[in-house]
């Protein structure tokens, strides 16, 4: 299915992988986590700029519509936590 990276950025330097988990469960947990980030961004940004917040809304139906491919289970669990 795939993986879980784990990675350190120091300001203003490239990233390093420290380590790679492979736990589906824990894959599922970690895109409905970033999932929620980008609703709440959306949201502030909509708050300043509505035309940018409906741009930022558009980009979260992507990644929902990406992570829904690419993570088996996704929808279930990202819609059980709005429930």
């Known amino acids: 299915m795939g993986?879980?990276?784990?990675?350190?950025?120091?300001?203003?330097q490239r990233p390093l992988s420290v380590a790679t988990v492979e736990d589906e469960g824990l894959l599922r947990q970690a895109a409905v986590l970033a999932l929620a980030q980008a609703?709440?961004?959306?949201?502030?940004?909509?708050?300043?700029?509505?035309?940018?917040?409906?741009?930022?809304?558009?980009?979260?139906?992507?990644?929902?519509?990406?992570?829904?491919?690419?993570?088996?289970?996704f929808l279930e669990v990202a819609d059980g936590r709005l429930q």
């Not at 993986?3 to 203003?12: A, C, N, R, V």
């Not at 990406?66 to 289970?73: F, M, N, Q, R, S």
């Open 3 to 12: 993986s879980l990276t784990i990675t350190y950025q120091p300001p203003g």
């Open 39 to 73: 609703e709440r961004r959306a949201a502030a940004t909509a708050a300043e700029d509505p035309i940018m917040g409906q741009l930022q809304a558009a980009e979260v139906e992507r990644l929902r519509a990406t992570l829904a491919i690419l993570i088996p289970g």
